[in-house]
């Protein structure tokens, strides 16, 4: 549904929901109050009906009071002189006086005298039935006042009789009251009539068995009660009020009907019809005039800019603007949406200028990424190629330091063997003893050097085999005593030749036999006492042997030399390595490979070297070893050379 359709149906319905609404207000406000005055004309109306009768009655009263205080009545009630009838009490004396009868009664209550007249024809009547009238007025003629009167109506059987009665007393009023004087006029169309001429309105009066059967139940026992109150009686062209007439019993004798039009009920009718359709026919109008107002200053414009905004949408066309009409809310809307069309070109034209120059930046960048890549794989193919040759550079560098490795090998091997010899022929010699001293000196001299050339040829050997990873270990039960006894074999002589003493002690704690390379573990021990000797130049060197514990057993060599700086003991363990960086050129020659080999063959069987010293105070190498006891077969320590 468009906004102009939805517009024109939420107006449409509160008109008619309005126009609904004003009907009922008017219709129960409006009429009601009609009604309600139209209520109050029809007992206003019933007022004035009461009050004629009552005036009328007063006027009676009034003709009885001039006719009973008179002598010639009053000589009249007492001697009942014909003459008095004769002279007053004519057909036509009733003519004027507007009455139907005139009664005499006697205090006894006796008729006296009674005339009786028809007021259309002026003839002479049959007198009504006056039982009821004689027995009442006995009531008047019992009491003190002598002018009280007596008025109201008595029921006859020729119709309700408007009567008036006073006691007949003399010109002054005095008594005794001789009877009673009753004038009565009958309750004929012609009185009717006088009332409707004064009433103008029409007027019915009817017996009450002929009224009833128009009316209600609750409506007859209301005019039939003992108190009879009127009723209304309502039809759409007249409005009908029924008022009772009592007799002198309190019954109801007559019954009023007074016709009314309602001409204030379609005047108020009229009335509301016209101002309901005045309002709706405003409402009609102010609503046409406000629907045209609405479509010309918001609807139209509304969709002009639904129209703008589609067309901008699907023409993408932001070049495009609207007119600004006039100062609202809708013109600053209609500015906003220009601006914000303007401001979507400028940012589109950015961004289009952006993604250009972003284009070329990617361009350039591919170019390079392109260079790079180019470089890159220039530099990976230079890679390959440097691996290639690194490659062939290291199984040259593999194959050299096997050669290297096999070279030394092969020396040391070569070597050791004529030093065997060498060591085996002095160590003959020396045995014979055929030598003198001096020849003694030499032979203990080649013995000893050739001792030193062994033990450097092994440690060639170890470091050989180690870098080729070739050093392997021959695990095996070994006793320590035979361990230290070949130590000292060859360890002696070069301790004694430096003038320094040489003790070993094995801890009693010490199991006798334990397992292990007894030739690596020797090899250690050489190598850390050939050490101590070589940088003590005064005291001794001590060999400890003893169980540390926690599976452990540990070889302790101290002396009492130069000791080492303890910047120095990091590296002292390096292949290689001297603390006076050259090679040892005096006795004590070296090429730094000892304390190599000992961790590695220490590391090499699980254990550790420690070195505890201080340059001066001499130096403790300790090296720990787990320990592997196992009684067996015991390796037969005799030999201190490797074959
Ligand atoms: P070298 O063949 O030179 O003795 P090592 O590897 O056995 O080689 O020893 C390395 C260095 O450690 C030695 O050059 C020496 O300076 C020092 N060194 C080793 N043992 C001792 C020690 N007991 N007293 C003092 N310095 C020592």
């Given at each position: 549904m468009s906004l102009r359709q939805q517009i024109v149906l939420a107006f449409g319905l509160a008109v008619?929901?309005?126009?609904?609404?004003?009907?009922?207000?008017?219709?129960?406000?409006?009429?009601?109050?009609?009604?309600?005055?139209?209520q109050q004309f029809a007992e206003r109306n019933i007022l004035r009906l009461e009050n004629l009768l009552a005036d009328d009655m007063e006027g009676l009263g009034r003709t009885v009071a001039d006719w009973a205080y008179w002598n010639d009545a009053y000589d009249f009630a007492t001697d009942g002189n014909p003459e008095y009838i004769e002279n007053n009490l004519g057909n036509q004396t009733l003519l004027n006086l507007d009455i139907n009868m005139m009664i005499y009664v006697n205090t006894a209550g006796q008729l006296i005298h009674g005339k009786y007249v028809d007021l259309i024809t002026g003839e002479e009547t049959a007198p009504p039935e006056l039982t009821d009238i004689l027995a009442f007025v006995q009531t008047l003629l019992q009491q003190n006042d002598l002018t009280a009167s007596s008025t109201g109506f008595f029921q006859t059987s020729q119709g309700v009789v408007e009567f008036a009665a006073r006691l007949i007393l003399t010109n002054e009023q005095e008594g005794p009251a001789q009877g009673v004087l009753i004038m009565g006029r009958y309750m004929a169309e012609a009185r009717i009539a006088l009332l409707e001429k004064s009433l103008q309105l029409p007027i019915r009066a009817c017996l009450p068995d002929e009224c009833v059967s128009e009316l209600d139940d609750e409506a007859v026992n209301q005019l039939l009660d003992r108190f009879a109150a009127p009723v209304i009686k309502t039809d759409d062209r007249q409005l009908l009020v029924y008022t009772p007439l009592e007799d002198i019993y309190g019954r109801t004798a007559l019954i009023f009907q007074v016709s009314m039009t309602r001409d204030i009920y379609y005047q108020g009718l009229a009335s509301m019809v016209f101002f309901y359709l005045f309002i709706a026919l405003a409402g009609v109008v102010i609503t046409l005039v406000t629907l045209l107002v609405l479509n010309r200053q918001v609807i139209q414009r509304i969709l002009q800019l639904h129209q703008f905004v589609s067309t901008v949408r699907e023409t993408d066309d932001l070049s495009r603007?609207?007119?600004?009409?006039?100062?609202?809310?809708?013109?600053?809307?209609?500015?906003?949406?220009?601006?914000?069309?303007?401001?979507?070109?400028?940012?589109?034209h950015e961004l289009q200028e952006s993604y250009n120059q972003l284009e070329v930046r990617v361009a350039e960048r591919t170019r390079e990424l392109a260079e790079l890549n180019t470089q890159l794989k220039q530099e990976v193919a230079e890679r390959e190629q440097a691996?290639?040759?690194?490659?062939?550079?290291?199984?040259?560098?593999?194959?050299?330091?096997?050669?290297?490795?096999?070279?030394?090998?092969?020396?040391?091997?070569?070597?050791?063997?004529?030093?065997?010899?060498?060591?085996?022929?002095?160590?003959?010699?020396?045995?014979?003893?055929?030598?003198?001293?001096?020849?003694?000196?030499?032979?203990?001299?080649?013995?000893?050097?050739?001792?030193?050339?062994?033990?450097?040829?092994?440690n060639l050997l170890e470091e050989a085999r180690s870098r080729s990873n070739q050093l392997k270990l021959y695990v095996r039960p070994f006793q320590i005593t035979?361990?230290?006894?070949?130590?000292?074999?060859?360890?002696?002589?070069?301790?004694?030749?430096k003038g320094l003493a040489l003790q070993a002690e094995i801890d009693v704690n010490m199991p006798e036999i334990i397992e292990g390379d007894v030739d690596r573990v020797r090899q250690i021990l050489t190598n850390l006492v050939d050490n101590a000797i070589k940088y003590t130049s005064e005291g001794s060197v001590r060999v400890r042997i003893f169980g540390s514990g926690g599976g452990q057993w540990t070889m302790a060599v101290s002396d009492t030399g130069r000791g080492i700086a303890e910047a120095d003991q990091s590296h002292i363990f390096e292949a290689f390595w001297q603390v006076d960086g050259s090679v040892t050129r005096d006795v004590n020659r070296g090429v730094g490979l000892g304390l190599s080999i000992v961790k590695q063959l220490t590391a090499l069987m699980g254990g550790t070297v420690q070195v505890k010293s201080a340059p001066g105070e001499g130096s403790t190498f300790v090296v720990t070893l787990p320990l592997k006891r196992r009684a067996g077969e015991l390796h037969n320590e005799t030999s201190c050379t490797d074959s």
């Open positions: 008619i929901i309005s126009s609904a609404f004003l009907f009922f207000a008017t219709r129960f406000i409006l009429l009601e109050s009609y009604l309600a005055l139209e603007s609207l007119t600004v009409v006039g100062q609202d809310e809708l013109a600053e809307l209609t500015a906003n949406l220009n601006q914000m069309v303007r401001a979507l070109a400028e940012s589109r691996q290639i040759e690194l490659a062939y550079a290291r199984d040259q560098a593999v194959d050299a330091l096997r050669l290297k490795t096999q070279i030394l090998a092969n020396v040391s091997h070569d070597a050791r063997t004529p030093l065997t010899v060498i060591m085996m022929n002095a160590d003959t010699m020396l045995r014979a003893g055929t030598l003198d001293e001096k020849q003694q000196n030499k032979v203990n001299s080649i013995l000893t050097n050739s001792q030193q050339l062994l033990s450097f040829f092994n035979g361990l230290i006894e070949s130590t000292e074999a060859i360890m002696l002589p070069l301790a004694k030749r």
